[in-house]
């Protein structure tokens, strides 16, 4: 495999909460804490948790949005991390976004040709000629019609709106794009040509994604490599296949059990974890998920786990593990 | 590759049946614009409707007002009906020049203060430390220590609106640089200077016309009273604050020396406020659903 498009190490992000005239600090909320990931040229890689476990947070920090605590992000081999704005804008070309809500996202008083366009106005000297002939191929490339390049954002439908906008993020042939559930807020009959369009579009033009979903369904259709995150943390990556096979951390095994099947009469062993998330505010000692493991022992309380690697390219984050209590899991109820 | 979509039903905002529907819908703003035209009008063709505005006549002072003479005489044998009617070209220009001025400084002080939080502070401190200042004793200062004139009467009335639309403009930016297709912007890779005047700005365009009506109601009125303090425009010179400053004397021998120019200021402001309620209901898309 070539040299990866995004290598991501150690990323952290602290969100300082203020209170009161003065603006006092209280307290550093912990978003995301020491996350480390690569993805490789026209590769997908998920992260997939719950709602505030920080996977939104990292989109975030790759795309510079917001300014990460610590860590290194690599962008095809250059260290962006810290860039200042002038010259990350000369990166941004190589990663583009697309946003969760399509109905947010777009600029509801330019018409779907100067949104397209504008990626490509920032960073080609195209004639306005040239740059039309541009927009029209590549509305052409996410099945829109050219005729819809005169078209406001409300004329459009939401799957269509959300192929506008993964026209903009094509527009300048970004070598990686950052999604961030990218169809959560479609209809599931329209989500699914919308991840059959990303899928076609990743193949033609070699692209990496990062996407960032909550649906283990979504994840399943779209992913190559999967990282799943608990309170800011990355407690399991492995490939798609290992991960929805051989779950080895109890909270994937959780989520996946978690996800409605189609079949209501099939039965499944399931394993079911209760309780809220905690806050992060002031998350658990040792492991953040020991709160709610079912297996958790005197140790997880005390000693945060690290990321091993227990099979090539499967990376899990349990003192179970290592515990010698591999049967634990499989034997489960 | 996907199949291509059909992407046709443009729906039509909204269709105005046409002027006779416009009119029942907008009442307030056809009564504004069409007051103001008539006035508007008047001022620009003054040269042709009135006579010399200056002429004085000592023997026919303080005439009442008869069909030479329209709106009588004033205490020179003035005809008052031409210095009123020029009078509307000075309210009209100060009142324009005034929200021209102030609109344009203040939106760019808004838009820097609502994008660069860094500055934010510093720029919004400068501005309450402005508001705090009295208009009229600003404007006083600034005419004792120039020479006075229109121009100074037009920024002594605009450096106190400045703050109110800087406010107005930043609350604006504020709320609309939280956006996603502002973050979208920033994401692929657009500059400052465009994500403002793209993105922002014209998200600012519909409050700032409704506060530019208001603004000009004000400088009008603020102008007259400037005038009628004698430290506005020259008093030779015809406006409707001048005119009433200088014959607050003869109120009960000939009111209508004061009647007509006050009168005419009122309608005029009336008219603004008018359009500018109007425009604010039917600029306000929270507003404008309703209706």
Known sequence: ?333 | MAAVLNTTAAVPLRVHAGLGEFVLRNPTIVLGVALLAIIGIAAVAAPLLTGDPMAISPSDRLLSPDAEHWFGTDSFGRDVFARTIQGARISLAVGLSVAVLSIIIGLVIGLVAGYYRRVDGIIMRFMDAMMAIPSILLAIALVALTKGGIGIVIIAISLPEIPRVVRLVRSVVLSTRELAFVEAAVASGSRDFKIIRRHILPSAVAPVIVQATFIIAAAMLSEAALSFLGIGVPPEIPTWGNMISAHKLYLARAPWTIFFPGAFLTVVVLAVNLLGDGLRDRLDPRLARRM
Not at chain 1, 18 to 34: D, I
Not at chain 1, 127 to 142: F, G, H
Not at chain 1, 295 to 315: I, K, N
């Open chain 1, 1 to 333: 495999m070539n040299a990866p498009v995004l290598e991501v190490s150690k990323l952290q992000k602290n969100f300082a909460v203020h209170r009161g005239l003065l603006r006092r600090e209280l307290a550093q909320v912990k978003a995301v804490a020491g996350v480390s990931f690569s993805i490789a040229r026209g590769e997908t890689l998920c992260i997939v948790g719950e709602s505030g476990c920080g996977k939104s947070t990292v989109a975030k920090l790759v795309m510079r949005l917001a300014e990460p605590t610590g860590g290194t992000i690599r962008l095809n081999g250059t260290d962006i991390t810290h860039l200042h704005e002038r010259e990350l804008r000369r990166h941004r070309r190589h990663v583009q976004m697309i946003f969760q809500d399509p109905y947010a996202s777009l600029n509801p008083k330019l018409r779907a040709a100067d949104i397209v366009g504008e990626p490509i106005e920032n960073f080609e000297d195209l004639s306005a000629t040239e740059r039309q002939k541009r927009i029209a191929t590549i509305l052409q490339n996410v099945g829109l019609r050219s005729d819809a390049m005169r078209r406001y954002p409300f004329e459009f439908s939401g799957g269509q709106r959300q192929r506008l906008a993964i026209a903009r993020a094509l527009a300048v042939n970004p070598s990686l794009i950052v999604a961030d559930e990218p169809v959560s807020a479609l209809d599931v009959s329209v989500q699914a040509q919308v991840l059959n369009l990303m899928v076609d579009l990743q193949q033609e033009f070699k692209l990496a994604y990062l996407f960032i979903s909550h649906d283990l369904g979504v994840v399943e259709h779209i992913g190559h490599r999967i990282a799943v995150m608990y309170l800011g943390r990355v407690v399991e990556t492995a490939s798609k296949k290992a991960i929805f096979s051989e779950p080895l951390h109890p909270y994937t095994k959780a989520l996946i059990d978690a996800a409605p099947v189609p079949d209501p009469r099939q039965k499944r062993e399931r394993l079911l974890i209760e309780g809220d998330v905690p806050s992060p505010l002031n998350p658990p000692l040792g492991c953040h998920f020991h709160t709610r493991c079912p297996f958790a022992t005197q140790r997880c309380q005390a000693e945060v786990p690290q990321l091993r690697e227990v099979s090539p390219g499967h990376h899990v984050a349990c003192h179970l593990r290592e515990d010698g209590y591999r049967g634990v899991l499989s034997s489960a109820t």
